[in-house]
């Protein structure tokens, strides 16, 4: 069987923990390889070895830094097959839905390699007599990036472009179900001249979180992953002094006014709700339409798009919409859920319990799956279910979806289909979400702004990617400069002005 290693300064190094997580091929349900699951010692040794390099890459200017993004964007644009092939085989999801997560990762190094405008400071002359006044923007040292199976390639670039290109070091543990992405990226970093033991990607499970959560040498976790990881990663980070960031799960509304394009709205919804089988922080797994003949048109759209997807395993050619989930698991959890809303009182429109495909018998399938008349008292609307499931909460005016949004546990993304442009403007600046779409369903941001929920699907200060992330991955420290030519002042006791 295929071992895989931890990347620690600049080359593969075996596991010593003799502890494994299997990686299963989701279409198949086959094992596929092993990756080890690191012990607190082993990142213990990978941090003092990323504290070390890090003193010095440190010092190398942030113009030299930023060379190394341009050459690593490069590299993941050349090597953008065998990266996607990797995503695909492990997580599952189709060839071209693979190259966006890495695109989508790619151009947050982009954006990394004007670092040298990013990270400058600010700088008052003269703030008094012989005074200048200087605030500079300096790394934190070793951090971490901590990442779900979801997006194998995005999310673990969203975390290393702007933690190494503002001078830090950091410790990868990528999700022990998609391990391999992340130690080919750490290679071509490598190709690219970043200098060994700067990015160590060390794979585990919660006992090397752990480790990295109770290091005194790190100094600052991001995490993305579901919402009771990421607050209790936010609460021992924080318990430890450090500066943490930690995105959560999500359950995405969108609303659809009754002056909505529907053949638009039906088209972003089928998109939204079942791209990647719905496995996205940002997928719609509510569609609210507004008013009774909104919903039955809306639905009436949905059905005979939802009967045409095609799923199968991403090898299946270039029609096929979706993979399966990550997991038998997962699959169970999907179908239990799907069970629960039948029982609960949901009306179940299309059924995607049970799907079997041809030669991948034993694969983690799940078919896209509609409910209409859901309530928000059922575990179908309450739970993040991660899975081809949309769910249709029908409301009777703006008022009452707005609200429903609202008062959602959740606050990563939502979005709203209409033609009046007052309903969007009020939408977009009354709902507590973090993330909105108008006439688009899935609002992640570029990579020049930045990405973060509200609610319970962030933790922390600051968002991911973006001006944000360099506030993240830096601290501030302001100087006050004086030098006495020209000035006669004795000493003096007060606390004053300095005019
Ligand atoms: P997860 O929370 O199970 O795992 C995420 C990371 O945490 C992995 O690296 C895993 O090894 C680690 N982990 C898991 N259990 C742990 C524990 N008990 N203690 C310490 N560490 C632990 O999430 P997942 O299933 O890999 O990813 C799916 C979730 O991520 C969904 O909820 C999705 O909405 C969310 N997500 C959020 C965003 C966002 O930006 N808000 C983006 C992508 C995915």
């Known amino acids: 069987m295929n071992e895989l290693c931890h990347w620690i300064d600049g080359r593969e190094v075996k596991g010593t923990s003799g502890r494994f997580t299997e990686i299963f091929n989701p279409a198949t349900g086959e094992v596929q390889a092993r990756v080890p699951l690191a012990t607190p010692a082993e990142l213990d040794a990978a941090i003092a070895s990323a504290a070390r390099a ?15 993004m341009m050459k690593f964007g490069a590299l993941i644009n050349d090597n953008m097959d065998a990266l996607a092939e990797l995503v695909s085989c492990e997580h599952g999801k189709t060839l071209p839905d693979a190259r966006g997560d890495i695109q989508r990762g790619l151009e947050v190094i982009e954006v990394c390699m004007g670092a040298p405008s990013l990270l400058k400071g600010e700088f008052t002359d003269n703030a008094g007599p012989g ?7 300096q790394p934190l040292g070793v951090v971490a990036g901590i990442t779900p199976f979801n997006f194998p390639a995005m999310i673990p670039l969203w975390k290393m472009g702007p933690a190494l290109v503002s001078g830090n070091a950091m410790i990868l543990k990528p999700s022990e179900r998609v391990p391999s992405t992340s130690l080919m990226l750490a290679k071509l970093a490598q190709e690219a001249g970043l200098p060994d033991g700067v990015l160590q990607v060390v794979n585990g499970d919660k006992e090397a979180v752990d480790a990295i959560l109770d290091h005194p040498t790190i100094q600052a976790v991001g995490f993305v992953g579901s919402t009771p990881i990421a607050q209790y990663i936010y609460s021992r980070a924080a318990a430890h002094g450090k500066r943490a960031q ?16 529907l053949d638009k709205a039906a088209d972003a919804l089928i998109g939204a709700g079942f791209g990647a089988a719905g496995e996205r ?16 048109a809306l639905i009436e759209r949905l059905v005979p798009r939802i009967e045409k997807l095609k799923v199968a395993p991403y090898t299946g050619g270039d029609d096929v ?8 698991a997962a699959k169970q959890r999907i179908e239990g859920l799907i069970g629960s809303g039948v029982e609960q009182g949901a009306k179940l429109v299309i059924d995607g319990r049970g799907l079997q495909i041809q030669g991948y018998e034993n694969g983690f399938f799940v078919g896209p799956t509609l409910f209409d008349d859901v309530t928000p008292d059922m575990d179908i609307y309450k739970e993040e279910i991660f899975g081809p499931v949309l769910s249709t909460v029908r409301a009777q005016s703006y008022d009452e979806a707005l609200k429903l949004v609202c008062d959602n546990e959740y606050g990563n993304g939502t979005a709203i289909f209409t033609a009046d442009g007052d309903t969007a403007r009020d939408f977009a600046s009354r709902v507590n979400v973090g993330m909105v779409g108008i006439n688009f369903p ?21 968002n991911q990617y973006g001006p944000d992330a360099f506030r993240f991955y830096t601290k501030t420290k302001t100087v006050t400069s004086r ?17």
Not at 54 to 68: D, G, H, L, S
Not at 442 to 461: N, T
Request: include cysteine; hydrophobic fraction near 45%; proline fraction near 6%.
């Open 246 to 261: 930690c995105f959560g799960g999500a359950k995405n509304h969108m609303i659809i006014m009754p002056d909505a394009d």
């Open 54 to 68: 890090q003193e010095k890459w440190a010092a190398t200017n942030p113009q030299r830094r930023a060379r190394v």
């Open 281 to 296: 922080c940002m997928a719609i797994s509510v569609a609210v339409p507004v008013g009774e003949a909104t919903a039955d």
């Open 321 to 328: 919409d979706f993979g399966p989930v990550i997991t038998g």
């Open 131 to 137: 005074i200048d006044l200087y605030a500079m923007r």
């Open 442 to 462: 899935i609002p992640v941001p570029l990579s020049y702004y930045s990405f973060g929920g509200w609610k319970r699907s962030a933790f922390g200060d600051l």
């Open 483 to 499: 030098w006495f030519s020209g000035i006669r002042e004795g000493a003096s006791l007060n606390f004053k002005a300095m005019d």
